[in-house]
């Protein structure tokens, strides 16, 4: 566990500063032969960039993905997918506000305690820019498994959240408006209100809901292994996660044991689903659904006390992109990641 | 990952079914020299077992460990540490009721499912029973890291909860009542509504928060294996678990950034604390809190639609133990499974 | 890597000190559903025991093993399968001469170094009695594998070796001698051997040859996990081993390319092996053959120069149990660890 | 365990094809704080590349590293340090003659088998171009542990060896002549005799010798992943390894334990070095040495009966690189295997 790994057969590791020569990683695992759609892959890469549209980030970002091995006349083939993403213009910027000061809420502090030494330019490391090469690593992911269907989308922003069950939405609306939402008038006001958060230079969390279907029976390894448990490992490792929760969730530990066991029709599914898709740790052949709550980002267009390496408290305006609502573009972050702990699990159990 | 290990460096491997011989694992990789309490681990045994108040299950369980290795002249040798806690009076129940049917809301079909076989003999090794043997490799961590002190509690039973931080709590308090609860008036009113579910026969889900404190700064290892991210995955590997925040959490999905930043002060803690002890996946030396979400148990006392194995649709009874809210019992799990986390990273991060 | 577990999907965990109260192991990933041969296992266990002949140990070790889950009606279920073998007789005898005194050639020095505590009984943990554990596990990986057939036997005592190659042997009279050489002739010069050693007081070392037959195409992980190097792997862990050499091994390496390569037949079989069953890591569906070194016991029954832990040099007699040639025993060791190797492959690669 | 990584806390994944665009690995857990010497690594490249003397391939390959992560002003950061290593002029060739056939005692066949797709271009990821990335690694292990020398060097071609202990070699010497031979005598004689061997259009195999000093005691992880076991994993890891031994070797099945056994100085050391430095899995202070067994390349430059895709036997001559000798090309890549294996002992062992 040097911690830049995630999954047992189908395996990703990335490395890649926000400011170095290039981010990437090797994805292990992949099943061989299977014939890659690189368009589909770079439309992932799109849906995460920066400055894909009015309400997140400006900052420009290609994230053109270079593939280095494991394919072969546009097959895989069995071998480590080797890739790259190289960091394009973020080369010349200007770090002298940051180099010195730990960022409220940033790991600037923990970083530099921990390891001695901290790569200032931009947030390093801890830069969600890492997630770029996790959305490469899912959509490889999604292609091994093309009968299982996942769909993330933005349920909440601050407090204006959807209020209807999945099972009444229209998944193929998601990309029909920048907060992705498929609630068109629930997306609205979220448009609305982060376009005012922005102006006030503020940022403002919300929730993603991921939804998985067509998924068999059998996924998952008790007792540690569990398949809710990886995939709320799986969330909880991207950047401003705070919580997970699936089926009824938090919900569920108000309610009573009559009101929610799930009955079995007589082909094994069940009536209701508030288990969300999974018992003991197993799949059950029903919807798996969660909901991933993301913090505010850190980083607002506000002055902000700050410490300094010296042990002062200094001002620190807050410069250069800002992101007022990540939320939209942790939408594909999600669905790769639930793609990777699928696509580990249908290797582990052997259901291919 | 076959399944029944936790950890890299501080592991535990279980294994047992709730009505089989025994109940066991090996914990390895504990540091040498530990001058073990045995009776410490037998509380923490006693916390969790069957048959502790008026309010849990009445089964009758004794559940004594036996070490068989790992363990010289009353201390730890830095070799496996082999125990087994025996099951003694499972054996004569009968499963009649169980055998042919899948009992809604518990993991009978998915096993059937998954392995092809199933062993009918309560939960088998879905059973919660299992987490006997994770109290004793939490007791065990929790003597291995002395300094650090970890103390879980219930927050809240259905609707009830504690409308306090937890900074307000006297955390002695926590035994002072059968249902772990800090608070007393919240403690009263818990109590007299699980009697009630009780009476109906029905059960009732709850939240177990977690307050760990003393920790040093920089546990944890971005990117993937980030420390609220293992956390996680040990709190959703619990029986009944369907959510998991830690810090600010799903309310923090409805912050903004102004609000929600903890700005420093100029050692380095933290004027708030909406993080929880974590910054990027690494701890920053304040409070760790987070909060577990158990849904209510299965087995009800009440009649119930359920699936037996030809595909009838059958009416079940619940029958013998009764658990009208595992909450309380699971307060001991939930440190334990905190504290082997955080025994992992001291090895890792080697802080000790 | 806490260093106690073996394997990824098909995995051993052994824990017991050769004079605790027990040894045992969990076995985590063996297949469902399959319906174990007690006697089978138990015959394992002997083939392994102290006191078997008069050639080996006379240690008094009955080694019985004890299942206590993971099984249910006979059958493997897929849960962990734990279960401890009881020290018997270990238990009363005399460590004084060992307590304060670090063996030639035995781990005590680096053990106490290592751990800055030592379980003086016998070798505690580094003691061989721990291959028991092994046994077990290799005597059900067999079981899962039925098609597979391992054998192994002694190929040399000291300077008397078997000079045919295996192909001109047979396997069935491998247990109609004490050594477990199936070479008559060898076997009674090795035999008569041995018993001179033993009348020295002395020890011998051997070799022992495995050769494993019927393996499908395809098992093994290039790069880093091929399967010579986990089969080297798996035989380097055993106790005395100190070289392990597979196909034409180091007389391969006297060998030209054109004297070396195995041209191939037109159904993909070769028509020499000097491969050894493997290419590029992965088995070509020819026999995989192998040989493993052991250095002769440490303990012997003549006085020897001793390091106290006072930093002097004191006599030591050898007491008790001589083992003058621990090859022997150590046959059914070696194909418990490669019955192992092969079944995690068998479940990685999904050949089942 | 999915192939194409090695090491637990330091850990290495490589990936790249012999023709693909690009070779490349990340290294996961090295040390923060660490002054590269990039001309170190070049230079540990250039022992390792061919074409560099008379005696090896003469294929002309640049291997320069391009370090993209994990680095900031000169010095490692503790994130992971990912690298490439470009194929420059490898695209061009012909593989008319490799594309149908599968070339004796290669991997083709079994890589065809197992994953039903074969990049023909050279040997594809079974090429041993593959260990570039691992001499990568072993030269940032290296830094990451000044005060251990490490020292590999040729002990035999064919028939020819040295026939002095490693003690009586100058160390100094190995890069003294182009078969890495450190004694002159031997040296001569064997480039002389590869310098045939080529003329002859074939191979030759041969064995390294490596001796690590300078080791702390308390490096290994009894039982499964003793110091030794872990050493011989990752030496028959690399391509053409058909044994391993160490300390006493196979030699060591042949002697008396009166013999074998290293007895003990007041100090800790010992008299004799039987044991190579390793007792129990543990090291104990002293040298450790061993030696690694490499079979001829599987190339020749000779006609071969060779078996074609459609099941016909054809003739097949050589073409391209001859590489009549790997062995002095592996010493670079044995001693990078080995610097890995300690700096992950180093981390498991907190000895920094």
Chains 1, 2, 3, 4 share one sequence.
Not at 54 to 73: C, M, P, W, Y
Not at 242 to 250: D, L, V
């Amino acid at each position: 566990m040097a911690g830049n790994s995630f999954g047992t057969l189908f395996r990703i590791t990335t490395f890649g500063e926000s400011h170095g020569e290039a981010l990437g990683g090797i994805i292990d695992g992949c099943l061989p032969g299977i014939e890659l759609d690189f368009e589909k892959i770079q439309y992932e890469m799109s849906r995460r960039k920066p400055g894909q549209s009015a309400i997140v980030t400006q900052r420009k970002e290609n994230d053109e993905v270079q593939f280095l091995s494991g394919i072969f006349e546009g097959k895989t083939t069995g071998t480590p997918i080797g890739f790259i993403i190289p960091n394009t213009n973020q080369k010349s910027e200007d770090y002298s506000h940051i180099k010195d000061n730990y960022r409220p809420s940033h790991a600037d502090y923990v970083y530099e305690k921990k390891y001695g030494i901290r790569d200032y330019r931009g947030g390093g490391r801890s830069s969600a820019r890492e997630t770029a090469s996790r959305v490469v690593g899912g959509a490889i992911a999604k292609q091994m498994l093309p009968e299982i269907k996942i769909n993330a989308f933005v349920s909440s922003v601050g407090d204006i959240f959807i209020d209807k069950p999945y099972q009444d939405l229209d998944f193929s609306k998601i990309e029909s408006n920048p907060v992705r939402c498929p609630d068109e008038k629930s997306a609205a006001k979220m448009e609305a209100y982060i376009k005012e958060i922005r102006k006030q230079g503020d940022t403002i969390g919300g929730t993603v809901t991921c939804v998985i279907q067509n998924v068999p029976v059998g996924l998952g390894e008790p007792v540690f292994d569990k398949l809710h448990a990886e995939l709320g490992k799986a969330m909880l490792s991207i950047n401003a996660v705070k919580g997970f929760e699936y089926g009824s969730g938090f919900c569920g530990a108000k309610m009573k044991g009559s009101e929610h066991n799930d009955l079995h029709n007589t082909d094994g599914t069940t009536q209701s689903n508030l288990s969300g898709g999974i018992q003991g740790g197993i799949s059950n052949g029903m919807d798996i659904y969660f909901r991933v709550a993301f913090k505010p980002v850190a980083t607002i267009m506000q002055e902000q006390e700050t410490l300094d390496n010296q042990g002062n408290i200094v001002a620190m305006q807050g410069k250069g992109r800002h992101d007022p609502c990540v939320v939209p573009r942790a939408v594909p972050i999600v669905e790769a990641m639930a793609a990777m702990v699928l696509a580990d699990y249908f290797l582990l159990n052997k259901i291919y």
